[in-house]
């Protein structure tokens, strides 16, 4: 098994799916949309899911399925944001920038993560938001689980107090850079521009605005044994850095949207499959707010509990926030 890859999932089915208006100011990936149908956009996102899902189990992922009735969560299906797991039984809890995705967090999730995986401890920094300061988890983080390097694009999404305290506690060194659009916006999440495999690393270094520290994370990534795969800054629009690597029952897989798979170019889908099969998903519609494959997958990087050989993959009840039943 790949330390960097995981062989288990938690991915949220939403009934209520819509683009987040709230979070349009900074993330330039979330086009305008027109909110008129809105059951259109809920029925068609729910389809994304459950196919996601199905497509994963067919080549050996555990899918951890839970379901999200509730209307005011609009960016739930992405739920790395909010938590992430990490070998040696730990899990991290984030401080979310946007006022309606913190009702994201749901006990049902880290209790079924408790009742099935060996859970050491639950750090949660989300206090930090009563100070203005958020660490959107995997999002803001691309993080190399070999190395233990925390490769962060410099974001109001991605404040350095929060990063600072993660990285001390959960041992990784950080590596800051600025990274910037077209338009010299700020990349709003890390994971949309660089996706770190076991033996590759797909990144969009020309969007990072300084070449010395450019060199610096290619050299990291290089000195690790990984292929570095170059993306333009088109292909990262076609959501092409918002891929995850994962371990299945018939080796890694590389699960990506099929827009991005479409934007990869032939010599770059070559390179990628001497490591991992591509497993390309439609999922346009979750693709409307900004955020593709990647964003959707929460890896479990914990140990099963031995004395269980099954347990369940999806929550027997909802929850709608951190310790609250719906």
């Known amino acids: 098994m790949s330390v960097q890859s995981p062989g288990t999932v938690v991915l949220i089915r939403p009934h209520r799916f819509t683009p987040n208006s709230q979070t349009a100011d900074d993330n330039t990936f979330q086009p305008l949309v027109d909110l008129s149908n809105l059951n259109e956009h809920h029925h068609t996102a729910h389809g994304e899911v459950t196919v996601v899902a199905e497509?994963?189990?067919a080549n050996g992922i555990t899918v951890h399925l839970f379901e999200d009735e509730h209307e005011g969560r609009p960016d739930s299906v992405f739920p790395n944001n909010w938590f992430s797991t990490h070998a040696g039984g730990h899990i991290a809890v984030y401080p979310m920038c946007t006022p309606n995705?913190?009702?994201?967090r749901r006990q049902d999730i880290l209790e079924l993560l408790k009742q099935n995986y060996r859970v050491q401890d639950v750090i949660d920094y989300s206090g930090l938001e009563f100070d203005g300061i958020y660490l959107e988890g995997t999002g803001?983080?691309?993080l190399d689980h070999v190395s233990r390097v925390a490769y962060v694009a410099r974001s109001q999404r991605a404040d350095p107090v929060a990063l600072e305290r993660f990285c001390t506690n959960f041992g990784y060194e950080p590596l800051v850079f600025d990274a910037v659009d077209d338009s010299g916006i700020p990349i709003y999440h890390t994971?949309?521009?660089m996706c770190v495999g076991t033996r590759f690393a797909l990144i969009g270094l020309e969007l990072m605005t300084s070449r010395d520290r450019r060199d610096e994370v290619v050299e990291r990534l290089t000195s690790s044994g990984r292929t570095v795969i170059e993306l333009s800054s088109?292909?990262?629009k076609e959501f092409c850095g918002n891929a995850i690597e994962l371990e299945g029952d018939r080796g890694r897989i590389l699960a990506l949207s099929r827009r991005a798979f479409t934007a990869l170019t032939e010599r770059q889908r070559e390179t990628l499959e001497e490591s991992c099969r591509l497993v390309p998903v439609d999922?346009?519609?979750i693709e409307l707010a900004g955020g593709s494959i990647r964003c959707m997958l929460a890896g479990i990087h914990l140990d099963r509990r031995r004395h269980q050989d099954r347990w369940p993959t999806s929550a027997p009840?909802?929850?709608?926030?951190l310790g609250a039943r719906q």
């Open 140 to 142: 803001a983080m691309v």
């Open 101 to 104: 995705r913190r009702t994201e």
């Open 317 to 321: 009840a909802p929850f709608s926030a």
């Open 191 to 193: 994971n949309v521009m």
């Open 234 to 236: 088109a292909q990262i």
């Open 55 to 57: 497509t994963l189990r």
């Open 283 to 285: 999922v346009p519609t």
